[in-house]
């Protein structure tokens, strides 16, 4: 008996909507990467992109558990001394809830090339409304 291996002509990319209105951030996090990279299709490879395309509703009302919204520390760098910025998620929030959900699915997927594909097949929206009612979206529970 062989190993399948996919080929990237052969790979049907579905449209998932998940509405993350009072979802542990976590949990939401987890699912989008197993549905980014495609490891519940049967036809799963792990050196080709065999994944969904994602939309996330609703980014803003995702739930923090505990003390989150306070303790947890969202860094960036630039380069030069004393060039270190934080913000708490409580901040993130606030001003970027799209950028909470991305940085939480980015951490899980691969870092090389095929992660940076797949992450862009992630589309994280603040409210209810997205431009993605062509493709014909699928709403999926957690």
Partial sequence: M?????KPSEVVSDWFVVDATDVPLG???TRIATLLRGKH???YTPHIDTGDYVVVLNAAQ???TGNKLDQK???RYS???GGRSTRTAREMLEKKPEDVITMAVRGMLPKNRLGRQ???KLKVYADGRHPHA???PEPLEL
């Fill in 2 to 6: 062989k190993t399948y291996s996919a």
């Fill in 27 to 29: 949990r939401l996090a």
């Fill in 41 to 43: 299709k049967p036809m």
């Fill in 62 to 64: 995702v739930k923090l």
């Fill in 73 to 75: 520390i969202y860094d």
């Fill in 79 to 81: 380069g030069h001394p």
């Fill in 118 to 120: 797949m992450i862009k």
């Fill in 134 to 136: 062509a493709q014909k």
